[in-house]
């Protein structure tokens, strides 16, 4: 009982989680349904990541932008492997 708390509290607390991978701008993979607080998930996400995209987990950051645009998500990240 205890388990089944503990996961409805991480769905009605938005702690669900997925990916997306993108060649250009068409999705080439994803996956979702990862409960639990983002730093704890890491690892289970490595897991279903294609091999040589796992490092990508290490650099994932919450959002709450359900109007995310691929184009805009991309050059932030490459911002930030630019400052990296």
Known sequence: MNGEVETYDYYLTGQCYGFQLFEGD????????????IRDIQNSIKD?????????????????????DIHDYLEETEELDNEI
């Open 48 to 68: 279903y990541m294609p091999q040589g995209f796992e490092s990508i987990v290490e650099k994932l950051q919450y959002t709450d932008d359900n109007d995310l």
């Open 26 to 37: 068409v999705e080439t993979d994803s996956c979702w349904g990862f409960l639990g607080a």
